[in-house]
């Protein structure tokens, strides 16, 4: 089975700009989650969807977005970037109701604000 | 609401010595309860999950059981590895189904 794959790998975005990260879910899982993680901290929970809508967020501003499409993959976007989001961030996979089984995540994007 | 506290590191071990990462968390209702570790320039990887009290999780060597009454799931190694050496995150299932982490504990192995 393959796995949660994130792209691009590194990206350098100026104060300002947009950006979009993009998710691919590890196959069989439905449900997909994104996390920030600043250096040096645990990850943050940014929001999840399932069936292509939003169904739960974490404590960010509204200019983080998302997307859910129908194969599941997703979307993270950040408008408006500020020198703070420069993080890693982290997709994840799940199957909703099997919440027991944890997540599986994939290799992050490494976001730089300049 | 749910949150997780670890122990502070960085922790620095020699090869073949015992590892005692610990995590308390405070919770309403039974979370379950996860050890991801992160290595290098990597994202998480799951190491050990538990349910519900008292399910001990294990993986690779490392233990943790969950434990209700002390509201803890501490991680431990008989005898750790170089290759051990990363960064240990505690985590527990939030009122989303999201997951709440602690702040990390890095792990040095030294040979």
């Given at each position: 089975?393959?796995?949660?794959?994130?792209?691009?790998?590194?990206l350098?975005?100026?104060r300002?700009?947009?950006?979009?990260?993009?998710?691919s879910?590890q196959s069989?899982?439905?449900?997909v989650?994104?996390y920030?993680?600043a250096?040096?901290?645990?990850?943050q929970?940014?929001?999840?969807?399932?069936?292509?809508?939003?169904?739960?967020?974490?404590?960010f501003p509204?200019?983080?977005?998302g997307l859910?499409?129908?194969?599941?993959?997703?979307?993270?976007?950040?408008?408006?970037?500020?020198?703070?989001d420069?993080?890693?961030?982290?997709c994840?996979s799940?199957?909703?109701?099997?919440?027991?089984?944890?997540y599986t995540f994939g290799?992050?994007?490494?976001l730089?604000?300049? | 609401?749910?949150?997780?506290?670890?122990?502070?590191?960085p922790v620095?071990?020699?090869?073949e010595?015992?590892?005692?990462?610990?995590?308390?968390y405070?919770?309403?209702?039974y979370?379950?309860?996860f050890w991801y570790v992160?290595?290098?320039?990597?994202?998480?990887?799951l190491?050990?999950?538990a349910t519900k009290?008292?399910?001990?999780g294990?993986?690779?060597?490392?233990?943790?059981?969950?434990?209700?009454?002390?509201?803890?799931?501490?991680?431990?190694?008989?005898?750790v590895?170089?290759?051990?050496?990363?960064?240990y995150?505690?985590?527990l299932t939030?009122?989303?189904g999201n997951l709440?982490?602690g702040k990390g504990?890095?792990l040095?192995?030294?040979?």
């Amino acid at each position: 089975e393959t796995g949660v794959t994130q792209s691009p790998t590194h990206l350098i975005k100026t104060r300002g700009q947009q950006v979009t990260l993009r998710c691919s879910s590890q196959s069989g899982h439905n449900t997909v989650s994104w996390y920030q993680q600043a250096l040096g901290q645990g990850p943050q929970f940014i929001f999840q969807y399932y069936r292509e809508e939003e169904n739960g967020r974490g404590n960010f501003p509204p200019r983080f977005s998302g997307l859910q499409f129908p194969n599941y993959s997703s979307e993270l976007n950040v408008n408006a970037l500020e020198l703070d989001d420069s993080a890693l961030y982290l997709c994840a996979s799940s199957f909703q109701g099997d919440k027991g089984n944890g997540y599986t995540f994939g290799s992050g994007t490494r976001l730089t604000v300049v | 609401g749910n949150s997780v506290t670890q122990m502070e590191g960085p922790v620095t071990l020699s090869e073949e010595a015992f590892l005692t990462i610990n995590c308390t968390y405070t919770a309403t209702g039974y979370p379950s309860l996860f050890w991801y570790v992160q290595y290098p320039g990597e994202g998480l990887q799951l190491l050990l999950k538990a349910t519900k009290a008292d399910d001990k999780g294990s993986n690779k060597g490392f233990e943790a059981t969950y434990r209700k009454e002390t509201t803890s799931f501490h991680l431990e190694k008989g005898s750790v590895q170089v290759s051990d050496s990363a960064v240990y995150f505690c985590a527990l299932t939030g009122s989303q189904g999201n997951l709440i982490f602690g702040k990390g504990t890095k792990l040095s192995v030294k040979p």
